[in-house]
């Protein structure tokens, strides 16, 4: 994998390249400096304008191409890039959330290397940071939950495996974040009611850090009820913890006055 990187030697201080840069939720000030430094300074830009508010592109250059792909294959995302990248130009490709997550970035990865264009991916906040951000609450609280588990239900674009299904990972009652499953819900819920108390609290978080945001907080028996009556079917996760609804009694003991360690001996 090529590291584009910053180049003081060169007058726009990029390197002609693919930057892979996770947008984060929505809120264009929970870019990182890197993603934000990048985009202004972009050739071209092609952005996923489904996922992607136009606002996170507001401080880019005025003549800087933008490619929205909302409508475009692979097949048609992939020798744009190319061609512009040969044209020794700096090219974007601005995915939403984090590029670890249910991007769909590794095809492009492959299909980039094996054209031999160098690209870099810079990382972005995902939905679930800011989702425990906006409920003022630590997803692992000492004696009470220690993981966090990152998932999703199977769909038409894609499957997920046997050994990954949503009722054996709901049996560790952990901090468990739903991704793409508003259009499974009824599924999603009867396989959560398996493992997890119907009381137990659910933050269903509707197109995070837009600007038309919404967040609910209501028992998992009625995590179907509330999709629903808001005709929530996409940009939606589920966070089923329960650090929502118990704070703990305990605390953690790395600032705790008789734990000791290197940089403060007793």
């Known amino acids: 994998m090529a590291n584009l990187n910053f180049s003081s030697n060169s007058q726009s201080s990029l390197k002609p390249g693919v930057y892979i840069i996770g947008a984060g939720p929505g809120d264009p000030e929970l870019l990182t400096i890197k993603a934000y430094k990048i985009l202004r300074q972009a050739d071209v830009i092609l952005y996923a304008n489904s996922l992607v508010p136009k606002q996170m592109l507001q401080d880019v250059r005025p003549d800087a191409e933008l490619i929205p792909t909302g409508n475009k294959t692979l097949e048609e995302i992939v020798p744009l890039m190319i ?3 040969k044209a020794n130009l700096v090219v974007v490709r601005l995915h939403s959330g984090d590029l670890s997550l249910y991007s769909a970035i590794n095809e492009q990865i492959q299909a980039l290397a094996a054209a031999e264009i ?52 709901a049996a ?35 197109r995070l850090g837009w600007e038309d945001e919404q967040m609910w907080v209501v028992p998992l028996e009625k995590m179907v009820i509330v999709s629903q009556a808001n005709n929530l079917i996409r940009t939606t996760l589920y966070l089923i913890s329960p650090a929502l609804q118990k704070a703990g009694t305990s605390r953690s003991r790395l600032y705790h006055p008789q734990h000791s360690h290197l940089f403060r001996p007793r």
């Open 172 to 206: 560790h009652q952990a901090s468990l974040c739903l991704y793409l499953a508003a259009r499974h819900v009824e599924i999603a819920q009867q396989k959560l009611l398996q493992h997890y108390p119907s009381d137990t609290s659910v933050a269903i978080c509707y």
């Open 118 to 169: 160098p690209f870099e991916l810079i990382p972005g906040i995902s939905a679930f940071q800011v989702a425990a951000a906006k409920l003022s609450t630590e997803l692992t609280i000492p004696e009470l939950v220690q993981t966090i588990i990152l998932t999703r239900v199977s769909g038409a674009a894609s499957a997920v495996p046997e050994t990954e299904e949503l009722a054996s990972l």
């Open 83 to 85: 061609e512009r990248v």
